[in-house]
């Protein structure tokens, strides 16, 4: 039976399976009107996939095309995230259909079927469908209600049912009985990413601006009509949201939407507080905790306009926005902005290109912004702290001249006193100074992994050995395996013996430790500031999330352990980013008012990136950092590309590495490496970094070298990983 006639073609990209590149189809009557953007079925091999319409223009091919099988029940993506999806595909060298699945509705991209009705689904596609909330109302009940109710305040008197199964440990029936006895609410609503975040806070009273402010927004209005980027340095504690708040209400008064980018929406509920608290409603939250579900349904509210501000972190970047009109990317800084699986994108890049194609004005803001913004942008400067408090002195402390142990003694004395007083404290750990690891005394051994060939770390309860890439875990041997010495010692003094240390200093003080450990399932970041933050003296411990945006009351003493660690690493950055860590730290010190005290441990307190910390000195820092970054031509003077060459064996690994660097310097760019890197997960690597002033012209020869080379690759099971501007 012959098929339907061949009409007109189609480029569409599929969305599963291994092709990279759209490929032609034809367009049977029936779908004659098909666009760019649209989801459709087409056949593959023996499958029927899901596909996006990218093209409609002639074949390239002569010869029989495949015909569209059907078209998917969704809204067709539009012209602007097409062309972002290929931006970002190009520019970070990822895959169309990874580069798709960025900007398509959650789940687009899973098996189709076909319905009775003859129209094709997504099987799995979640939809915004309704969810049941659990509210706060008259509470009471037995003791174990009580909890339950506890839990429901504490996350802000609202969340979904069965996420309060889970914190308050409880059942839904348990839930139905209370809502029938009245002690909480429970209904249905259609989902939304606010379901996480409480009732709506009271409207607020906008504060008269501060010159520096009011000069601010004007800066950023004046871009409102016609676009351009600026950068807003403001110290910590000037009133950037304040700033940001204006911003978007003018864009509003403009009839067009804003993004809100932060770094990680749960360490900032402040932030989305005071967007509620003056904007009322029309607001949607986009991050990675949100389930498949409630992600459909902001896709969905802010795709058609039912909202005009999007708060979201990294990949909020790419949120189905209309009428785009500013872009805003707080903590600018930050390096969560960059994805590290792919596509590999930069949150702040993709920022950018949105930005100049919407014709949007687009603010990146920080205390300690990056030199490439700092070179690259308008700077409108916030000085002062808008209730005129000063920054918190801060004290580095030579470690050499200490006791043994993490905790130094102005830092004790600190923070007795402070949590005496009832007052709180934060304490940053940099995780790479308290690895703690398994040393022979006898032989020199060190408790390596077997796959990855870096030092395991001791974890507790119960103690094992773990591998912080890969996972291995092994227990604790009794004795070395080379020399058969009994003397085994643990070197470093770990993340765990810190916490042991502020215990056994602070007996009776809540400690509360926030890291990757505890902090796993949704909600638990929330939970646990809320804890710090109930009243009384308390100190919260951690890796660097705690430095992160949070707006805390009653904090005076902030502390940093091993400030320094990360100075001994080989990456350009590391001076910027213990910098800033140390400044931003300071930050969350000593608001409204209080005096504060910001005390900062290090082994070599002389280091540049700390003295200048000290003094609050950005623009020293940044201006000095510049002309060592011009001097190397490293960004923003340069565009770095890395290319991680990973095998089984080394000998090929190292021979393709060394070609491929070869073919490239031969092209003209300027190439460093290859150089070995540890082992990963059983496999060997080789890294190759191009610089040049442009991304494209480092890209281009690495691409081509790697191409030439795909099937020996696949031969020798040799992997590529290719990153555009890395940021480690
Ligand atoms: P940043 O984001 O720059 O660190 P915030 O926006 O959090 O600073 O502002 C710090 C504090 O100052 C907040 O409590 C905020 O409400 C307050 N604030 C901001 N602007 C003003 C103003 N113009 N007058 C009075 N208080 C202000
Ligand atoms: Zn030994
Ligand atoms: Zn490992």
Redesign the pocket.
Known sequence: MPGPEPGPAAQIQPLLGPIDRPLDYAVPEEFAAISPGALVVIPLGRRKVPGVVVGRDAPTHAGRLAPIAGAIDAVPLGEDMLELASWVASYYASTPAAALRLVLPPGADGPVRVGRDGVWRVRGAPSGDTALIARTAAGGGSARRREISAALAAAGGQLPAAELCRVARTTMPTLRRMAEAGQIRLGRSRRSGLDWFGEPPPPDEP????AE?DAAVGAISARLDGGGALLLH?????????VYLRAILAARSRGRSSLVLAPEIALTPQLLGRLRARLGTGIAVWHSGLAPAERAAEYARIRDGEVDVVLGARSAVFAPVVDLGLVIVDEEHDASYKQDSAPRYDARRVAWFRASRAGAALVYGS?TPRPESWHALPRVT?AE???GAALPRVDLVDMRTQPAGPISRPLARALRTATDRGEKAIVLMNRRGFALGLLCSGCGWIAGCPRCDIGLVIHRGPERLSCHHCGHERDLPRRCPECDSSQLMRQGSGTQGAEDALRELLPSTRIVRLDASTTGGRGDITRLLAEFAEPGGAVLLGTQMVAK?H?LPDVTVAGVLAADAPLARPDFRAEERTFGLVVQLA?RAG??GEPARVIVQAWEPGARALQLAAEHAVTDFVTAELVARDRRGFPPFGHLVRVVLSGPEDAPLAEHATAVADEARAAGIDVMGPAGLHRLRGRHRRAILARSPRAEAAREPLLEALRARRSAFTTADIRAVIDVDPQE
């Not at 504060?207 to 501060?210: F, K, V």
């Not at 403001?234 to 304040?242: A, F, H, I, L």
């Open positions: 504060p008269l601006l501060t402010q403001g110290v910590t504690g000037s009133g950037k949201t304040e205390a916030l702290r808008a209730d945006g707006d930050g608001r409204r």
